[in-house]
């Protein structure tokens, strides 16, 4: 049975969330999104694909079925998107940025001729947060798509979502000029225990969802190394805070 539902989908970064729950769905045989249609038009073909449970898989990944569209002619589906379809998932990209810029931290305090822990926690934040804007920036609808399906605040609010990386650009920059530090540190642990909170709910549900910290360009699931990221920086601006203020 090949059945048509009218969508809230609305980029590749949808389609990419939304992939695993599908391809794993059992009677579920073949399925593809049109975004080029005005109504973001999903067609899925099995044995099961009744609205209400089309509905329910796209639900665990925040989007939904607004509505049936009556198929004139049962047409054949393309392969359900692969791996190298919808983007490989690595953390690589993300093992590989964090390296780099623990890398050109240690060169910075290897130059200085000593290693004053504050100064290189300062510098690690402010590359972190300049580099994973800069990603996220680069497709900010697709970001927000994502970041949208978990994060705790922009599920309630896309001017949040969309709003998120220049929030990561503004501490980056605030950490380079060694911005008041206590205001810099203070909202920085508030920023990313609302990202810890979100990312903890997500991992408790089993939700399979797409990671959103390097934005759009990498297909990164969400999972532990996600929560160990943004516990790591939360504990790290914590650290600075009591150092700004002792």
Not at 56 to 73: F, M, P, T
Not at 85 to 97: E, R
Not at 155 to 171: G, N, T
Not at 185 to 201: D, K
Request: hydrophobic letters at 50%.
């Amino acid at each position: 049975m090949i059945r048509k539902f009218r969508t809230n989908l609305r980029c590749r970064g949808c389609v990419n969330t939304i992939s695993p729950l599908l391809n794993a769905a059992p009677g579920i045989r073949s399925w593809a999104a049109d975004l080029e249609n005005p109504d973001k038009v999903l067609t899925v073909e099995g044995d099961d694909v009744s609205g209400d449970r089309v509905n329910g898989l796209l639900g665990r990944a925040g989007y939904q079925v607004l509505g049936e569209i009556s198929a004139e002619r049962p047409e054949p589906l393309p392969a359900a998107p692969t791996a190298a379809t919808a983007g490989k998932t690595s953390y690589f990209p993300l093992v590989l940025l964090v390296g780099y810029i623990l890398f050109v931290v240690i060169l910075v305090e290897l130059g200085a001729g000593d290693v004053l822990w504050p100064r290189a926690m300062t510098n690690f934040m402010a590359g972190f947060f300049l580099v994973f804007s800069f990603f996220k920036l680069l497709d900010l609808p697709a970001f927000a798509d994502a970041y949208q399906t978990y994060d705790l605040i922009a599920a309630r609010s896309r001017p949040y979502a969309l709003a998120y990386p220049f929030i990561e650009l503004a501490l980056g920059v605030a950490y380079v000029a060694r911005f008041h530090p206590v205001v810099t540190n203070a909202v920085t642990l508030v920023v990313m225990l609302i990202g810890t909170a979100g990312v903890v709910n997500t991992l408790i549900a089993r939700r399979k969802v797409r990671c959103a910290c390097l934005g759009a360009v990498f297909n990164l699931p969400m999972s532990y190394v996600t929560l160990a990221e943004d516990g790591l920086m939360a504990l790290m601006a914590a650290a600075m805070l009591l150092m700004s203020v002792g």
